[in-house]
């Protein structure tokens, strides 16, 4: 789960979440606002 850093809502769901060498990353598209943004953990 993420937060929209454009509006605040709580995205429960990553469109995409992939691997590289150094980090997890996941892709997540705002359903209220439609805003995209990734995270890295
Ligand atoms: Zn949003």
């Known amino acids: ?3 929209c850093p454009n509006c ?3 995205v ?6 992939f691997k590289n060498m150094v980090f997890h ?3 997540y ?3 209220k606002c ?4 990734k995270v890295m953990g």
């Open 1 to 3: 789960m993420a937060k």
């Open 8 to 10: 605040g809502k709580e």
């Open 12 to 17: 429960s769901k990553p469109d995409k979440s």
């Open 25 to 27: 990353v996941e892709a």
């Open 29 to 31: 598209t705002c359903k």
């Open 34 to 37: 439609g805003y995209c943004f």
